[in-house]
């Protein structure tokens, strides 16, 4: 458990007579502040008094730091002082920036025996005939292109609970009908990477265990043929997984109705399920952090990684993603590879992601956001040690690229954005049957078919924003729980998530509007 350090003031009168403050690392230069510190506040057990303001989740200086040294916080270089900065001032945008410098990636070095846990856990999963296993029981609707997203979006509201609760009265074993649309699917090179992609993630999902059957509809015209789309990816029609076009139906009006009967038809087999018994290796979760701030890699993504690691001990699988958002961590990743090839296959898309940015003008260190910056985070390299943490401490076994089956159980990387909707996308889609998404500015999120559950990362947000929130990971700050304590109530509570309670976002009705393929076409 993290110990929130009782500090004493030296100004009079008292401003802050108990001042918080963590130390992450006994090599750091910053101590993260807890409360709102104002200058002339003493930091006893840092020797150094506050000069200036500093607000909640952000650091302070705990030593004199030279202009273009390097400063660390979780014992990394998070950024390069962009002028002198004495010990006690606020360190963030306006004196911290971010900079090259090399890392060594020591594939392999660090790889260990993976903990295997004596009694399997289990949770209530629907067994697909394949044997795969589903956490939820959706009838999805999917478009080749755009030009389509209006009929499935009728299609759906039409057996929407809220709308019509009659039409799926007689099936309570169906979650709901959901429409995933896009806004891709033409004017694109049919050969290329752009169109491969989105392919891979429209069939990621049609064959989804937790959809027991799918439409798939487009207009007729468009680049994103249906017949070369099923066939790239190894499907054919059949009756969990139909397919038309609104140009060979006959129009907006008859798809619509030839849709609705296509979704009767389906309902009666998708309602005929029973949730049973299985092991957490069928569990595939896709991790995610959203509206990041100074604590998330303090006590939310610490949270997460913890029950990774439990998940992990029992045969599941954990997909670390975002790309962006591991750059200048990605050697703490390298040196728990199983294998050297593994640590070579992350460190390929570092590459890719350099050129990608560099031809089209942009650069990795882009990031943080705005929210991110005001929640204490200052540059990429900060937020990504940050991130990492999620991955808990096990052996990273595989590396996917965007949407890729994941077929690996333990660890394992996908290469995907770091914009949340297309990350979580390409997890879905690589067969993630659960999304895990921390936060500390605070996110409404959702991710249909597959439950999104929401950690925040501090009691103030779980307080103010509770309504969309699942776990407050705000009591590891609070110092009232361990991050063991809360990874294996966490651990527990996604195991109930996965056996079918709803999660917040699913109550709010989250989930549709979030589907978002990657999309790095040209579009001509």
């Known amino acids: 458990m993290l110990t929130p350090i009782e500090e004493k003031p030296i100004t009079q009168p008292p401003l802050r007579p108990h001042a918080r403050v963590i130390r992450l690392h006994p090599q ?3 101590v993260i502040s807890l409360d709102q510190l104002v200058s002339g506040t003493h930091i006893a057990s840092e020797g150094v008094t506050v000069s200036g303001l500093v607000p909640p989740g952000h650091k302070l200086a705990t030593r004199a730091v030279e202009t273009g040294a390097a400063v660390r916080r979780y014992g990394q270089i998070i950024g390069f002082a962009s002028q002198p900065i004495r010990a006690g001032q606020h360190v963030h945008t306006h004196n911290l920036a971010m900079g090259d410098f090399t890392r060594d990636y020591a594939h392999a ?23 795969r296993v589903a956490t939820r029981n959706y009838i999805g609707i999917l478009t080749s292109v755009n030009c389509s997203a209006t009929v499935a979006r009728a299609i759906a509201d039409h057996f929407r609970r809220d709308i019509h609760p009659e039409m799926l009265a007689a099936f309570p074993n169906v979650d709901g009908v959901v429409a995933l649309t896009h806004g891709a699917g033409c004017a694109v090179d049919p050969e290329g990477e752009g169109l491969a992609i989105l392919q891979r993630t429209l069939g990621g999902y049609a064959c989804h265990p937790n959809f027991a059957g799918v439409l798939v509809i487009g207009l007729g015209c468009e680049t994103n043929q249906i017949p070369k789309l099923l066939a790239t990816q190894g499907l054919s029609d059949s009756a969990r997984l139909r397919s038309f076009t609104i140009q060979d139906t006959g129009g907006t009006t008859r798809t619509i109705a030839h849709g609705i009967e296509q979704i009767k038809a389906m309902l009666p087999q998708a309602n005929d399920v029973k949730r049973q018994t299985v ?25 997460l990684g913890a029950a990774v690691d439990l998940l992990v001990a029992h045969g ?19 040196r728990r590879a199983e294998s050297a090839d593994i640590g070579h296959k992350l460190v390929a898309r570092i590459r890719w992601w350099e050129a990608y940015c560099a031809r089209n003008g942009a650069a990795m260190d882009n990031n943080p956001s705005s929210g991110n910056k005001a929640g204490g985070l200052t540059t990429v390299l900060e937020k990504s040690l940050g991130g990492i943490a999620k991955a808990g401490s096990t052996n990273l076994v595989d590396v996917y690229e965007y949407a890729q089956p994941v077929r690996a159980h333990g660890l394992v990387f996908m290469d995907t954005p770091g914009y949340d909707p297309i990350s979580a996308t390409g997890q879905v889609a690589g067969g993630a049957n659960l999304i895990c998404f921390t936060t500390g500015r605070g996110s409404a999120y959702g991710c249909a078919p597959s439950p999104s559950f929401k950690l925040a990362t501090n009691t103030a947000l779980w307080e ?16 009232t729980r361990s991050i063991a304590e809360l990874g294996e109530r966490l651990f527990r509570m996604l195991l109930a998530t996965a056996s079918g309670q709803p999660s917040r976002s699913e109550l709010h009705g989250y989930g549709q509007n979030e589907f978002v393929p990657w999309q790095i076409s040209v579009i001509t």
């Open 109 to 131: 070095v660090d790889a260990r025996p993976a903990p295997r846990a004596e009694a399997p856990a289990t949770f209530q999963g629907i067994v697909r005939e394949d044997g």
């Open 28 to 30: 750091d230069d910053v």
């Open 279 to 303: 092991p957490a290796s069928h569990l595939v979760i896709g991790l995610q952090c959203g509206g990041s701030d100074g604590y998330s890699g303090i006590s939310a993504n610490p949270v």
């Open 464 to 479: 103010r924003q509770s309504d969309d929130m699942d776990l407050n990971c705000g009591e590891v700050l609070d110092g």
């Open 316 to 334: 599941g699988t954990a997909i670390l993603s975002e790309t962006p958002e591991i750059y200048g961590a990605e050697h703490l990743l390298t």
